[in-house]
C-alpha cells in the first residue's frame, strides 16, 4: 500500500467538506464536533497538500534540516547498493527508516509545520498566497492547536464567524491547490459540485447565499420583535 502526500491531503478535504455540510445541517447546539472535524481536516488538508507543492519541487524542501535530510539520502543509498533487508522485501524504504546519529545521539528527521511550509511556498517558489488567505490559514491553524493541545470556549458570534471563515478558508484554497496541483483535478475530487462552476460563478452564488442568510436572519428578527 502507498498512501502519498496527495492522496493524504485529498483525503482531508473530502472529509473537511463533509464535516461542514454536517455541521449546517444539524442543530448547532448538537453538532459542534462537526465543527471541530471539519477545522482539524481542513487545516491537515491544507498543509499536507502545501508540503506536497514543496515536494514536488524538491523533497528536502519539507524537512526542517536539510543537511540530516542529506545525510538520510546519502545512507539510504549506500543501502540500496549493499544486501537488502530480508524484512524489507517488495517494501520501499524511505528516509524516514534510515538509522540517523551514533550510539545514545540518535537523530529524527521532522518535516516543517504548517506556518514555515507557507513561509517556503512563497518564498522558496515564490507562489502568491493572498493576505487574506493566509490570515485565514492561520486562524484555522491556532484554532487546531487549541482544539488538539486544551480546550476551546465560543460565544455563539464567534462561532458564526469562524464558521465563515471555514467556508471562506475552504473555497479559496481550493481554486490555490486547483492551480498549483495540475497533475490531478483536486477540486473535482474533493467537490464536484464546486466544479462544476467556473470562478465568477461560484462568486455569485455565494454572494446569493449569503444575502438568503442575511434576509433570513434579518426576518427572524423582525419576528421576535413583533412577539415582544
Known amino acids: 500500500m502507498e498512501y502519498?502526500?496527495?492522496?493524504n491531503g485529498i483525503d482531508s478535504l473530502k472529509k473537511a467538506k463533509t464535516n461542514i455540510e454536517e455541521y449546517e445541517k444539524y442543530h448547532k447546539g448538537s453538532s459542534y464536533h462537526f465543527l471541530k472535524d471539519a477545522i482539524i481536516f481542513l487545516n491537515h488538508g491544507i498543509e499536507i497538500l502545501l508540503k506536497?507543492?514543496?515536494?514536488k519541487q524538491n523533497e528536502s524542501l519539507i524537512f526542517t534540516d536539510i543537511n540530516l535530510y542529506?545525510?538520510?539520502?546519502?545512507?539510504?543509498?549506500n543501502e540500496s547498493k549493499g544486501k537488502k533487508n530480508l524484512f524489507d522485501f517488495n517494501n520501499k524504504r524511505t528516509v524516514f527508516d534510515v538509522d540517523l546519529g551514533n550510539g545514545n545521539k540518535k537523530k529524527q528527521l521532522y518535516t516543517i509545520n504548517l506556518n514555515e511550509a507557507?513561509?517556503?511556498?512563497?518564498f522558496l517558489l515564490d507562489i502568491d498566497i493572498s493576505e487574506d488567505v493566509e490570515?485565514?490559514?492561520?486562524?484555522?491553524?491556532?484554532?487546531?492547536n487549541h482544539i488538539t493541545h486544551h480546550s476551546i470556549i465560543l460565544d455563539e458570534p464567534s462561532v458564526n464567524e469562524l464558521v465563515e471563515k471555514i467556508k471562506f478558508l475552504y473555497s479559496h484554497?481550493?481554486?490555490?491547490?486547483?492551480?498549483?496541483?495540475t497533475e490531478r483535478n483536486v477540486m473535482n475530487e474533493v467537490d464536484a459540485e464546486r466544479y462544476l462552476y467556473t470562478k465568477q460563478e461560484w462568486e455569485q452564488y455565494q454572494?446569493?447565499?449569503?444575502?438568503?442568510?442575511?434576509?433570513?436572519?434579518?426576518s427572524r428578527i423582525s419576528l421576535d420583535a413583533d412577539e415582544m
Not at 506536497?52 to 515536494?55: E, K, M
Not at 507557507?118 to 512563497?122: C, E, M, T, V
Not at 454572494?207 to 434579518?218: G, I, P, S, T, V
Open 118 to 122: 507557507i513561509k517556503r511556498i512563497k
Open 207 to 218: 454572494r446569493e447565499l449569503e444575502d438568503f442568510h442575511y434576509e433570513r436572519a434579518m
Open 70 to 77: 542529506m545525510e538520510a539520502k546519502e545512507k539510504l543509498k
Open 135 to 144: 490570515t485565514a490559514i492561520t486562524l484555522i491553524n491556532d484554532y487546531r
Open 4 to 7: 502519498s502526500l496527495l492522496e
Open 52 to 55: 506536497y507543492i514543496l515536494s
Open 173 to 181: 484554497i481550493l481554486d490555490f491547490f486547483q492551480e498549483h496541483i
